[in-house]
């Protein structure tokens, strides 16, 4: 059994419990900016990995870099432990992966246009219901005619296809409106121009290499650079929903664990639910119900409760509240709200003291080991063992270049997929065509074509030497002329291409 992490200490002197065997039922930090949700946050990554549990965290401001190294000289944090007494505090430096979806700030990280499904591309685009309908259609083609959806010039090929072909699919399945064709069309190019296009392709993400160990048996924290990627919000938070989904549908059923398999933490957590639709929601609440079985823990960090949907924030047992501000009545409501999601102490005006609040000091409740929500408490935060704030840039490409991951993510692979296929389809009929028309076409005395026979087949007179002279200069034409067509031909599928899928390679 692992030993329980420490949180947060009261000024009397009580010491605040995280469970590990509780951790998988999930978690919520919550608090204005400024408050200190980001080193809560660390502090919590570095308590599971010393317990073994490998973590996953998206850093949306490079604050968090600092993992990897040791910590030490930061004046307000040796106060704080100086201040709780701490037993056995010791500066140190865990074990991290850096990931970057542009594969600048860490190793590339992908995923495939098929592995992600029309739903959460859909959620990516901003379809209404009539464009995500159309655009899973485009999914169930590919499907069924054996067309692998991998990267962006894929998807745009096959909805392409299908805006072209329309009338062939409209028997099998369904309506597909040419509207709707153009809004998915424009919405990939949106994405595209977002940087989106560096997301979808091969290799993929392997779950497994996020579940990781070092040889002193701490768990590795993978760190995503999220601050360029947090641009184009919808990129950032469908890439977190797939990573989710794609964990609750590849990692076995494990019950009740002594401590998690591994934690995620989705900081921004609003973004994963503003304007989603709502069977997207219900499929989040589904795998965040769902998602402990498999020993996985997600907690959510965002500025308020009320950010969470409530049938998601049902399910997060643990939770950190730092401070709220209760500037407006909209605000006031929102203290109130979030006040009322604890578990009761009689002691303590819960409200009042959401708004008094320092840095560093929260609200905390946690699930005992009967799986019920602690009384809540009014603590300050336990500080973080390793450096609070960025490493530099030397250090972070250190790391990069020592993982043991280094090269096998770097280089993209393009293997032949739903875009070669239908451009190779589109060259063939093209070919067809040209010789259909060459075999329909009546010779041309005149012309190239004649001018060069004359000059090589001569005025035959029916002799050996006359008729050898005319094949050769039959030969010579042919092939000339096959030189020229070949030419223009590949001229015409470019610019047919062009425009048919989404540009050249």
């Keep these: ?53 490998p973590v996953f965290l998206s850093d949306i401001k490079g604050d ?13 944090i040796t106060a704080r432990a100086g201040q709780l007494e701490l037993e056995n505090f010791a500066h140190r430096a865990y074990p991290v992966t850096f990931w970057d979806v542009f594969g600048a700030m860490g190793h590339p990280l992908r995923a495939t246009i098929s592995d992600m499904g029309p739903l959460l591309i859909g959620r990516m685009l901003n379809l209404n219901e009539v464009q995500q309908g159309v655009l899973s259609l485009v999914f169930k083609i590919a499907d069924d005619n054996g067309l692998l959806l991998l990267d962006l010039k894929d ?52 779950i497994a290499d996020l579940m990781q160990t070092d040889s002193n048996g701490y768990g590795t924290i993978n760190i995503l650079a999220a601050d360029q990627l947090m641009t184009s919000p ?76 409530d049938k998601v924030l049902g399910q997060l047992g643990n939770r950190i509240q730092h ?14 709200a979030a006040a009322e999601t604890m578990r009761d102490n009689p002691g303590l005006d819960e409200a009042a003291a959401i708004t008094e609040l320092g840095v560093g000091e929260a609200l905390v409740s946690c699930l005992d080991d009967q799986g019920r929500p602690g009384i809540v408490e009014r603590a300050l ?84 030497r006359a008729d050898n002279r005319q094949g050769i200069g039959e030969a010579l034409v042919k092939s000339a002329a096959r030189s020229i067509g070949s030419a223009v031909g590949r001229q015409i599928v470019r610019g047919v291409l062009g425009s048919l899928l989404g540009g050249k390679r």
């Design 64 to 76: 968090l870099s600092g993992l990897g190294k040791i910590g030490g000289g930061n004046a307000k």
């Design 381 to 464: 935060i336990v500080p973080p063992q390793a450096q609070v704030g960025p490493v530099t840039d030397a250090g972070r490409k250190a790391i990069i270049r020592d993982s043991l991951l280094a090269g096998h993510y770097e280089k993209a692979v393009d293997r032949e997929s739903a875009y070669e296929i239908l451009k190779g389809r589109a060259i063939g009929k093209q070919a067809e065509a040209a010789a259909r028309q060459a075999a329909q076409t009546p010779p041309d005395s005149g012309g190239i074509g004649g001018m060069l026979g004359s000059i090589f087949g001569g005025g035959g007179n029916g002799s050996s």
């Design 1 to 53: 059994m692992s030993e329980p992490i420490l949180v947060a200490k009261n000024t009397a002197g009580h010491e605040i419990y995280l469970l590990p065997q509780m951790a998988n039922r999930h978690g919520l930090i919550t608090g204005a900016t400024g408050t200190g949700k980001t080193v809560t946050l660390q502090m919590l990554a570095e308590s599971f990995s010393r317990i073994g549990v």
């Design 155 to 206: 998807l745009r090929a096959m909805v392409q296809h299908v805006g072209d072909n329309a009338a062939d699919f409209t028997t099998g399945y369904g309506n597909i409106s040419t509207a709707s064709i153009g809004a998915i069309q424009r919405g990939l190019l949106q994405i595209e121009t977002q940087g989106g296009e560096s997301l979808f392709g091969e290799p993929m993400l392997n």
């Design 323 to 336: 401070a709220l501000r209760a500037f407006s009545p909209r605000d006031q409501k929102a203290v109130k």
């Design 234 to 309: 919808k990129v950032y938070s469908t890439l977190l929903l797939w990573l989710l989904s794609d964990m609750f549908e590849n990692l076995p059923e494990a019950g009740d664990l002594a401590k998690p398999r591994l934690v995620l933490f989705f900081d921004e957590a609003h973004l994963l639910f503003n304007d989603a639709p709502e069977a997207l929601l219900d499929k989040i609440e589904q795998v965040v119900r769902l998602i402990r079985s498999k020993g996985v823990g997600v907690y959510f960090v965002t500025q308020n409760p009320a950010d969470v949907p």
